[in-house]
């Protein structure tokens, strides 16, 4: 569907990113911190039937174009369910019901399974980004009063973006995640003197387990990675998604692994655990990304149990490697009960929200800041609570 708007500009929904020229819509990707609204990511999921509308994800990109030339879009999804969130807003759809209004569909923007912060609308350099994102929202507004959409839901935003939206009428909603600051490290050990005595000897003998258990952990990136260990990383993380059972959450399919390899490895990071006697393949693996100066974590396996190999794959060897690479951030992915103890501090990121039921969107509003002070609560708690060493409890952790 194409509309028409000023002579400048035209509004486009498409339902391919492959439809999309790739360089324009790279150009305007590449220069942001995130990696996952990259064009070959995004793109990844939809053709390995990742992120597809049988998948309950259907693919609704907005685009702007000046004559043939893409200078805007934003990565959208039409969805029937909350899945692949992780930003839990089943309840927000329980009240919706009570009141008679239908949650579902809705709009969601963001890179699919992927809860990291970044996410915003791409504008190409030099264009007028204010006019642009007016636009866009009012391109969204009418698709929504149009297709009968309950609202428009944008997760792990960017911080600066999100202010923009705030201007536009979009709600915030306030959430967490554990993120690892590089606090002038230079080595493992400089980590490790961030610890209080106990939590420093917690972590040695975890590392030594592994050691013990005749492993030995080496990091690959790039084209140091060999292509069958692609499909390998598929395996893992199906055997961890199966050890949960319906709670799983198997969303990306092996294709999706398969095709990494060759169009997205320059920013994986596998940190693979091999055995001593046989170092064919790893008895254990972890997946990460990397941009810049940040690490991204995103999915690990192994088909032993072993002791302490999911606390050295997931975080000790990634931190080892980042201090190295001069890395200043790493994101280890959801959730929170092993990382607290481990130097990830609770680091708030926002949700923004727009609804198009009046009553609906006006009892959330009244209420969200009462949510947003619990949470800000919360993450008070959790980070005074974390395991460093003499740190004045008065003054709680800070965030740039």
Partial sequence: MVEQLKPRYSVAWINKIS???????????MPLLTPFLEWDWLNNMETSGSATAKAGWLPNHLTVWRDRNLIAAAPLYVKGHSYGEFVFDHQWADLAQRLGVQYYPKLLGMSPFTPAEGYRFLIAPGEDEDELTELMVNAIDHFCSQNRISGCHFLY??????????????????????????????????????????????????????????????????????????????????????????????YLTKRFFEQLHSN?????????????????????????????????GRYWGSLQDIDCLHFDACYYTPIEWAIA?????????AGGRHKKRRGFPATPNHSMHRFYNPRFGQILRNHINEINNYEQQEIDAINQELPFAQRDTDKPITFD
């Fill in 19 to 29: 439809e999309l020229p790739q360089a324009e819509w790279d150009a305007m990707a």
């Fill in 157 to 250: 935003v960017d911080p600066q973006w999100k202010m923009v939206l705030e201007r536009h009428g979009f709600m915030p909603w306030l959430h967490h995640s554990y993120i690892w600051q590089n606090n002038g490290f230079n080595t493992f050990d400089d980590y490790l003197g961030a610890f209080n005595a106990n939590q420093r000897r917690n972590i040695k003998r975890e590392r030594k387990a592994v050691q013990n258990a005749g492993l030995q952990m080496k990091t690959l990136t790039g084209d140091e990675i060999p292509k069958q260990m692609f499909p390998l990383m598929y395996t893992f993380y199906a055997d961890t998604c199966d050890k949960f059972g319906w709670w799983g959450s198997k």
């Fill in 264 to 296: 997205y490895r320059h920013r994986v990071l596998f940190v693979a655990a091999y055995n001593e006697q046989d170092n064919r393949q790893p008895a254990g693996m972890s997946f990460c990304l990397t941009k810049g100066d940040k690490l991204y």
């Fill in 325 to 333: 690479h001069n890395i200043q951030s790493f994101d280890p992915g």
